[in-house]
């Protein structure tokens, strides 16, 4: 892509000048998928702040609620955060009582995170909540056109990923 000397942005190839490939930041994917993620982050916190649990903690919760007892790197990596935004995340997550931290029984170098009984039973009350926020997301889409969707953004993530 080449980019303009006079304003420094990109300028798309001649062949890829229609409406699909708009650069402008309010058209382009990546813009358009931030500002939905941003959407949908709002709508998410605004459900679950009334219960106690901040953004920041949800990510965490839901790979915990898939399988308890995680390791603080596979958590990190399962819930796309940082080593460091981890440490924080978990360190508030048992100071507000939803997880404890335990040495691995096999490598005592590991910590295991675990949900507690509190932990536990924010599932039942959360998950309905995320579910709403999709539900509302996706109204007069067809169950095709959601699969489709999905399809797309593995596709645009693989794409991405491979540099």
């Not at 699909?20 to 949908?40: E, H, I, M, Q, T």
């Not at 998410?44 to 603080?72: N, S, Y």
């Not at 997880?99 to 599932?123: A, C, M, N, S």
């Not at 996706?138 to 491979?162: A, C, P, Y």
């Amino acid at each position: 892509m080449k980019t303009s000397a006079k304003t420094a942005s990109p300028v798309p190839p001649a062949d890829e000048s229609g409406e699909a490939f708009n650069y402008k930041p309010g058209l382009s994917v990546g813009y358009l998928l931030r500002d939905c993620y941003r959407s949908f982050s709002r709508a998410l916190e605004m459900r679950i702040k009334p219960h106690g649990v901040g953004a920041g903690q949800w990510f965490f919760l839901r790979e915990l609620w898939e399988e308890d007892g995680l390791t603080q790197g596979d958590l990190s990596s399962r819930a796309g955060m940082t080593a460091p935004t981890t440490v924080v995340a978990i360190r508030r997550m048992v100071d507000d009582g939803l997880v404890t931290r335990e040495p691995d029984d096999q490598d005592r170098r590991k910590v295991r995170i675990h949900l507690t009984d509190k932990g536990r039973r924010f599932r039942d009350e959360l998950l309905p909540l995320a579910f709403d926020v999709n539900k509302a997301a996706t109204e007069g889409f067809s169950e095709d056109e959601i699969r489709q969707f999905r399809s797309f953004v593995d596709r645009m993530k693989k794409n991405l990923s491979r540099g």
